[in-house]
């Protein structure tokens, strides 16, 4: 019989970025439209975890590292791809997620990059987030992560 395939993960980080006043900012995609989720990215090879956030967050929002500051970090969530899926031979995510405070006015914030991700972010209190926003398969890191930084139980 042969023997199984362990699942392999692309590493991966994500940023849940916060204002003062506690709202937190989630970004729509380009496609499928009406799918809001935090900004997020691989880890590219011989990249640490807080490389992969620095460069992930100056691409999909234009922020550079000191327009905000860390403050906490929580992980490893996994998901895997829908339908067997693979991505760059992965087949799923181990995230990585990051509690981030912006320091900077938010007119740094622009989603119109090079690459853009998303059409356009909103500041929303963490209860007010929909699973729903999601596809399927994100929905249980996302119940997770809710839970693990704002004690919301989804």
Not at 16 to 23: K, M, S
Not at 47 to 70: F, G, I, K, M, P
Not at 78 to 92: A, D, N, T, W
Request: zero cysteines.
């Amino acid at each position: 019989m042969p023997k199984k395939q362990p699942i392999k993960y692309r590493p991966n980080v994500a940023a849940i970025l916060q204002r003062d006043d506690g709202r937190i900012l989630v970004a729509e995609r380009m496609s499928p439209t009406d799918t809001w989720q935090f900004p997020q990215g691989g880890v590219d090879s011989g990249e640490s975890h807080v490389e992969a956030l620095v460069r992930e967050v100056q691409e999909e929002l234009s922020l550079r590292e000191e327009h905000y500051e860390v403050v906490a970090s929580r992980g490893p969530y996994r998901y895997l791809f829908e339908s067997g899926r693979r991505k760059k031979g992965f087949r799923g995510q181990e995230q990585h997620y990051f509690l981030v405070r912006l320091t900077a006015p938010e007119s740094h914030i622009n989603v119109a990059t090079e690459h853009q991700e998303f059409r356009s972010y909103r500041w929303i209190d963490p209860e007010e987030f929909r699973l729903e926003w999601l596809p399927g398969f994100k929905r249980e890191v996302y119940r997770e992560v809710l839970r693990d930084f704002f004690n919301l139980l989804k």
